[in-house]
């Protein structure tokens, strides 16, 4: 077959529409996968650098899952050190609780001993001690003017005062009124009686100095029905404390006042077997009683008391004692007067001083035994105007009592006189060995001695501190006070020793006046003692007490585990008690093992917290390690060693009952491990910390390095769109043109074959 034979026109036009469909099928490749390097073949050095960037960046891709398990790794360790942290912020708020609790024992291991006359503020204590005098104001009696010293034989009572009615009459208005006339009128004639609106009746009071004055009708009982401790005596039933009942079936004003005397002290009873002996008090000068005579009803107080009489108006109008009228009450007044024979100042009925713990009481009365006055009770004894228990307590009556008598009740509250009770109801007082006894100077100043047995220490009631001059200058202080004089105690110069206990430093007390670093006080023997853990106290008869502090309330002072044996040559002279061992409190030693119980429950948390700090089976707080590999060559890694922290990890050990947190110092060893396991947790929160920050720095810098080698990759092998499709639409072009053009040269060749036909 012969070959078909194309012209040079048609040939080329074939070889130019072949070469446009090659490079349109290139364009349209390029289009297509974005790539203008798809092999080898179109570049292969882009195309190899391209590839190896992207294996690099598969590889950095792969290792970035790891990574992000490391980095919650991490984090689920320090989740864990949280949690732990808390935990043991939990174990310390127990620990402070115990440290909280009552000291778990109620009696601390002590030692003690005994120093004569120690004080807090003076340990050395006395061997002897010596009576001072103290000086009070000066004393005035009542003579004009007011400044006449007082002496001894001053009298305490007063001049009897005394107020006299006038023009008094019977219930008539006519007959003058005199003790004779009855309260009640008999036979229906006002002239033997009081006006009706005057009698008393039944039930009707007068109040005499505190004292009760009440009326009865029908007549007095017999001595036989009268109430146990008193008496009768005509109308007047009396108690014998200056209370009386009067009887108004025949009672006479002279019964009232007699009443009225009874209770103001102007008279004075006796009593045996229910019969009452009234007599004129020995103490009242010139037997000054109340009377009634001619209409003139006078009142007399005594000398011991001022007078007070309250009862209703209408009965004291018709004793023409007042003007009131009516039945509500009214009160008469009878006041005693000062002089030259008494006290410028005149003291109160029932005031009292109470010195060095003993009283004294002042009575307006005259002395028991005394002439018409009581027997002297049995158990006391009477010397001069003072009546005595013998132990240091004293009454004074004021009727007759003199300063005198005052400052012998004062000596017998110190011990500076002493009282030896007769059976005769008398009492002997004697002046101890080597005191003077109290008096008063010529300027009226009293000069009271200490004693020996205690500093003088006196307080009153009632007006007794002020008119004896004891209530200060300005006459408003409440206590009078002074020292004796006492000598340096017997344990000056001794030392006294401990050895170290529990750990504390060991004490070299050395006794003296205070300075040169020795101690004097119980504070600046505390001082000492405090660095030893040891504290002492004294109470009121020296007797010196060292414990121990509530620190270590559980161990024995001088024991062999504690230590703190005593010595010193103070043991040569004074004899200490043996060391007592710690006495257990029951109740605070139960919460204190509570305690215990809710310290090992939040160790038992912490090991199961530690245990549970685990990811994807790695757990740093148990002992686990991490390695993080960062490149794709392995040279860029990080190794983090994991750490154990439960409690043993931590240094924490469970607590036993009866041995942990029974005092201060166990408690407070367990918060310093505590306090120690919280630092190793703060410490290892910030490694891990750091760690973490390293891998997720490496994390972000793994994932831009990946875009950074795949952009370069990229940039290698990928395709310009915008050039590859102008590319295109120029081949197209060119590719119809050709086309075109081959059409018409076939069209010139077929006519050419035409005309040769």
């Keep these: 077959m012969s070959g078909i034979v194309l012209s040079a026109s048609v040939r080329q036009n074939l070889l130019s529409l072949q070469s446009t469909a090659d490079l349109l099928a290139t364009t349209q490749n390029r289009l297509s996968t974005g790539k203008s390097v798809n092999s080898a073949l179109d570049n292969p050095t882009n195309f190899f650098t391209a590839q190896s960037l992207d294996n690099r960046a598969s590889d950095i ?48 291991s002590n030692v003690s001993t005994t120093i004569s006359g120690a004080t807090a503020a003076d340990l050395r204590g006395t061997t002897s001690f010596a009576s001072a005098t103290a000086s009070s104001n000066v004393l005035y009696n009542g003579t004009a003017g007011g400044t006449t010293a007082a002496s001894g034989t001053t009298t305490l009572g007063a001049s009897i005062g005394s107020f006299a009615s006038t023009g008094a009459t019977a219930g008539d208005g006519t007959t ?3 003790g004779a006339i009855t309260l009640i009128a008999t036979n229906g004639t006002t002239a033997t009686g009081l006006a009706g609106n005057a009698q008393p009746a039944d039930g009707d009071t007068l109040t005499v100095n505190g004292k009760t004055i009440t009326f009865r009708s029908g007549a007095a009982p017999a001595s036989t029905a009268v109430p146990s401790g008193s008496g009768v005596s005509g109308n007047l039933v009396t108690d014998g404390n200056g209370n009386t009942t009067v009887y108004l079936a025949s009672a006479t004003v002279n019964d009232l006042l007699s009443a009225i005397d009874l209770a103001s002290g102007v008279k004075t009873v006796s009593i045996s077997s229910g019969a009452a002996t009234i007599a004129v008090s020995a103490s009242q000068p010139g037997a000054a009683v109340s009377t009634a005579a001619a209409g003139a009803v006078t ?15 209408d009965l004291l109008k018709a004793l023409g004692l007042t003007t009131a009228v009516g ?26 001083l109470n010195v060095d713990g003993h009283v004294i009481t002042f009575k307006n009365a005259p002395i028991p035994g005394s002439t018409g006055a009581p027997s002297v009770p049995s158990g006391f004894g009477a010397s001069g105007n003072i009546l005595t228990d013998g132990n240091g307590n004293s009454t004074v009556y004021l009727q007759a009592g003199t300063v005198n008598d005052v400052l012998k009740a004062i000596d017998l509250a110190t011990g500076v006189q002493t009282a030896t009770i007769n059976a005769n109801g008398t009492a002997t007082l004697a002046t101890a060995t080597g005191q003077s006894n109290s008096s008063i100077n010529t300027s009226g100043q009293l000069k009271l001695s200490t004693g020996v047995n205690a500093d003088l220490s006196i307080t009153g009631t009632g007006n007794a501190l002020n008119v004896f001059g004891l209530a200060g200058n300005t006459g408003s202080a409440t206590a009078f006070t002074a020292a004796r004089t006492s000598g340096i105690g017997g344990i000056a110069g001794k030392t006294l020793t401990f050895t170290s206990f529990n750990g504390g430093t060991a004490v070299n007390v050395t006794f003296g006046d205070g300075t040169n670093g020795t101690v004097k006080t119980l504070d600046q023997l505390n001082t000492k003692l405090q660095a030893n853990n040891l504290t002492a106290t004294i109470d009121a008869n020296g007797l010196l007490t060292v414990s121990t502090t509530n620190d270590y309330a559980s161990s024995t002072i001088g024991s062999s585990a504690a230590g703190g044996a005593i010595g010193g040559t103070l043991t040569t002279a004074l004899t200490f008690s043996t060391a007592s061992t710690p006495v257990q409190d029951t109740v605070a030693q139960t919460s204190r093992a509570n305690l215990v119980n809710q310290y090992n429950n939040i160790l038992n948390q912490i090991d199961t917290t530690s245990q549970d700090s685990s990811f994807n089976g790695v757990n740093l707080l148990n002992g686990d390690q991490l390695k993080l590999v960062f490149d794709e060559t392995g040279k860029s890694s990080l190794n983090i060693t994991g750490v154990t922290y439960n409690s043993k990890g931590l240094g924490l ?12 110092a166990a408690a407070n060893r367990v918060l310093t491990n505590l306090n120690a396991a919280s630092s190793t947790l703060r410490s290892e929160a910030s490694s891990l910390g750091s760690n973490l920050s390293v891998v997720q720095i490496r994390q972000d810098f793994n994932k831009n390095l990946i875009n950074v080698l795949q952009t370069g990759s990229s940039n290698l092998t990928l395709a310009d769109t915008n050039v590859e499709a102008a590319n295109s639409q120029a081949l197209s072009t060119r590719q119809s043109i050709a086309v075109s053009a081959l059409s018409l040269a076939n069209q010139s060749q077929q006519s050419v074959l035409q005309l040769l036909r």
Excluded: W
């Excluded at 127990?94 to 009552?102: D, E, M, P």
């Excluded at 050990?653 to 201060?664: E, K, P, Q, S």
């Design 61 to 108: 891709n792969n290792l970035l899952d790891s990574i992000a398990n490391g980095v919650q790794v991490l984090q689920a360790a320090n989740t864990g050190l949280t949690s732990l942290q808390k935990l043991i912020d939990s174990a310390k708020s127990i620990a402070n609780q115990a440290l909280q609790t009552t000291v778990g024992y109620s009696t601390k």
């Design 176 to 178: 003058a009124l005199t």
């Design 299 to 313: 009142l007399k107080s005594s000398t011991g008391a001022d007078l007070s009489v309250t009862g209703k108006a």
């Design 327 to 352: 039945g509500g009450n009214a009160t008469v007044n009878v006041n005693r007067t000062t002089s030259a024979a008494s006290l410028g100042a005149t003291i109160a009925d029932g005031s009292t």
């Design 653 to 664: 050990a469970a607590l036993t009952v009866g041995v942990d947190f029974i005092d201060n």
